[in-house]
């Protein structure tokens, strides 16, 4: 698989300037006259909560006043959610961004210099390399054998489905890690995993990160985009767990306050209170994500599609570039863009699709039946 990360020449990159910004899906609904649904971001298929959608309308009657400097109550509404039974105790490692985007950024500028190298697999979310560049790390490729002063791995892994358990994820922070290194995990949508994701994540593992740390000098974050999860990409909502309230105080020394406004705050403190939603996105994700596979194997058996069960999208190889290039296109005209796997990954055969109603899915199956 290529290893070159660069950002892909592109014959239109829309509002993206190829030259300096990552591309990204999630932009071409706005230009459809004839828009259904957006197939091209791993959002979540519910939408945004309505309870929480509303907290978030009303709070614009305070948005006169200045948000909270401590992101509170929503840092501890959401240290709750984390952390049921310790939230007390953990909050103070927790702090909120505006999108996981201003976080990676964030704690890729105060990492120690020196090498930096994804994760495991052919390709991940590049906005951390984007930032790695940036901040002049040198670049390591995934198969390397030399261990990083900075690793970032996106588990589970966004493109491609890929998911690694906690002892492999362990074994391979022990791997890739320099002593005195940072451990960047992204687990944006780990909670999909299922009702029980909190004891599948990184975020349980206090005396692990502490002993890390302790003895190796090893500091591992966890970073959240919220806005995945409760689709609420527009609001820019993330957080990261640090190993210690020391690490947490580093990163709120460099960065912008109030960088959170108040309608994002008020969303998060009502969302992670909806239970019913949780419910329904651990039960019929799956099942919703199992039938749009079953319908497009049935279409297009040499396809190829990748991913674990639980998560909100589909990575396809379609084995040939030019069929890709024609199901975007015909996705797109259809008013269903997906995300091409050519520009920013450079897998021009490569094509994501993510998990909808199966209402919607049946004006993409519709679309790409003329392939």
């Avoid at 994002?264 to 919703?288: Q, S």
Wanted: proline share 7%; charged share 20%.
């Amino acid at each position: 698989m290529p290893t070159d990360t660069t950002t892909a020449s592109v014959s239109s990159s829309g509002p993206w300037d190829a030259k300096l910004q990552q591309f990204h899906g999630g932009q071409e609904w706005a230009q459809l006259s004839n828009f259904v649904e957006d197939f091209s971001v791993t959002t979540n298929p519910f939408g945004m909560p309505s309870a929480a959608k509303l907290a978030a309308a009303h709070s614009i009657e305070h948005s006169h006043h200045y948000p909270p400097a401590d992101q509170e109550p929503a840092k501890s509404s959401l240290a709750r959610f984390l952390w049921p039974s310790e939230f007390e105790t953990e909050r103070d490692r927790l702090i909120l961004g505006n999108g996981a985007s201003e976080l990676i950024d964030l704690v890729i500028r105060m990492a120690p210099a020196g090498t930096w190298r994804p994760g495991p697999f052919y390709t991940q979310y590049k906005e951390y390399e984007r930032s790695a560049r940036n901040n002049n790390f040198t670049m390591l490729s995934p198969d390397a054998s030399d261990k990083a002063n900075v690793a970032c791995l996106v588990n589970p892994c966004n493109p491609t489905g890929d998911y690694l358990e906690l002892p492999e994820l362990k074994a391979w922070i022990s791997a890739n890690v320099l002593p005195g290194g940072y451990a960047i995990i992204d687990e944006s949508m780990q909670p999909w995993h299922s009702e029980q994701f909190r004891e599948h994540s990184l975020i349980s593992q206090r005396e692990y990160v502490e002993g890390l740390y302790r003895e190796q000098g090893i500091s591992v974050f966890v970073m959240h985009s919220w806005t995945k999860l409760w689709c609420c990409t527009g609001l820019r909502l993330g957080s990261v767990v640090c190993p210690t309230a020391e690490h947490m105080r580093a990163i709120k020394k460099i960065q912008v306050p109030w960088s959170v406004n108040t309608v994002a705050l008020a969303f998060l403190n009502a969302v992670v209170d909806d239970a019913e939603y949780l419910k329904d996105t651990w039960e019929l994700t799956p099942a919703w994500r199992k039938a749009t596979v079953d319908q497009l194997r049935e279409l297009f058996p040499e396809w190829e599609f990748h991913g674990r069960e639980f998560l909100s999208w589909i990575w396809i190889d379609t084995k040939d570039a030019s069929v890709a290039e024609r199901a975007v296109d015909l996705a797109r005209a259809a008013g269903v863009p997906v995300r091409s796997g050519r520009p920013g990954y450079n897998l021009p055969t490569f094509i994501r699709v993510a998990v909808r109603h199966p209402a919607k899915v049946d004006v993409l199956v519709g679309a790409l039946k003329a392939i």
